[in-house]
């Protein structure tokens, strides 16, 4: 069963910092994965797709790298912003069953002006 | 981006009756949806996945009886908790994918308190 772990829960960094969070998976066969932002008591925005064959997509200010092997995925924000403050999720894609998402936990980011 | 709207944000209902949620993909078609529920401060965890024109596929542990699931069309897919109780008090988000592709889009979200 895949299991999502990211890490650290909380994160606090002040404005203008770069900043990597992290996640791991412990299932190498994975479909793709996904890269989330959730506001308090809001839905969720997508952020970045990798799919398996990928090793990074980029989206403006943010980055995130895959290494099936490993297990890990990272996703980089550059020059942090207090708007960027959110809850960010990591999501793996089943390959076996229609682009099922396995969520983890989240990190809790707070950007201090 | 594709936009999925769910509705309503907030409902509250009393405890044994029933309450519907929709989520609708307003500018693609979605042959797939997915209903996930969230409990605060943990991460979402898949109910069911919803495909147009057929039954839905419930995750190990979920109730089917309890939470039905109807995607009668391509853009509208509906999940009713019957006879609600307070344990089914959580945070309801659905996700669409639009036929073809693979990134999925999340609706808003339905904030569920059972009285």
């Known amino acids: 069963k895949q299991e999502v772990t990211q890490i650290p829960a909380a994160l606090s960094v002040p404005e203008g910092e770069n900043l990597v969070l992290n996640c791991s998976f412990t299932?190498?066969?994975?479909?793709?994965l996904q890269w989330f932002r959730q506001d308090p008591g809001k839905g969720l925005t997508s952020l970045l797709l990798i799919q398996s064959s990928q090793r990074e997509q980029t989206s403006g200010r943010l980055n995130a790298s895959l290494d099936k092997s490993s297990g890990r995925s990272t996703l980089y924000i550059a020059a942090s912003q207090p708007g960027d403050s959110a809850t960010y999720l990591c999501a793996v894609g089943d390959i076996q069953g229609a682009q099922k998402l396995v969520f983890g936990q989240g990190t809790r980011l707070t950007i201090n002006p | 981006g594709a936009v999925v709207s769910q509705h309503p944000s907030r409902v509250i209902c009393k405890s044994g009756t029933s309450v519907k949620i929709e989520c609708r993909s307003l500018?693609?078609?979605?042959?797939?949806m997915f209903w996930y529920r969230q409990f605060p401060k943990k991460s979402l965890m898949l109910m069911a996945t919803?495909?147009?024109?057929?039954?839905?596929?419930?995750e190990q542990g979920v109730e089917k009886d309890k939470f039905l699931i109807n995607h009668a069309s391509l853009t509208l897919s509906t999940l009713t908790v019957t006879s609600a109780h307070p344990e089914d008090s959580s945070f309801y988000i659905c996700?669409?994918?639009?036929?073809?592709?693979?990134?999925?889009?999340f609706g808003q979200g339905t904030r569920l308190t059972v009285v």
């Open positions: 919803s495909n147009e024109g057929s039954k839905a596929t419930y």
């Open positions: 299932d190498s066969a994975i479909y793709n």
């Open positions: 996700s669409a994918i639009r036929t073809g592709a693979e990134e999925a889009f």
């Open positions: 500018d693609f078609q979605a042959t797939t």
